[in-house]
């Protein structure tokens, strides 16, 4: 149950932003593990700009939260935000994401990218 109350125009954001099916999928997939970009090309058969598009977007609504490592960005989920109940219940109604992980750790792609 949610013990936060969003404001009803920012829960209208989050929910508007997780309609798009990439989107959620990416969430998803932070809930279970922090990803860089390359990572995420594994996954979705999208370019780089695209990809990082949909984190800022994420990122800019305050669901997900970015580290610096080098040259590289490594995105999370930002579970200090007011929104990550609401987005952490949703979550709860969408499948697991282990398999996507799997394709990620089984190719590596950080191997080729550096990160």
């Known amino acids: 149950m ?3 109350i969003v404001e009803l125009e920012r ?9 798009d099916k990439t989107r959620l999928t990416i969430v998803a997939i932070l809930k279970q593990r922090e990803c860089c970009v390359c990572e995420f090309q594994e996954v979705f058969e999208m370019s780089q ?3 990082s598009q949909h984190l800022r977007k994420l990122k800019d609504a305050g669901m997900v939260k970015e580290e610096r490592r080098g040259q590289w960005i490594y995105y999370s989920l930002n ?10 219940t949703i979550l709860e109604h969408v499948p697991d994401q282990t398999e996507k992980i799997k394709m990620i750790e089984k190719s590596n792609p950080t191997l080729r990218c550096g990160c």
């Open 79 to 88: 579970q200090k935000s007011e929104l990550y109940e609401l987005v952490d």
């Open 11 to 19: 829960a209208a954001n989050v929910l508007k932003l997780l309609g």
């Open 49 to 51: 700009p695209s990809i």
């Open 2 to 4: 949610l013990t936060s």
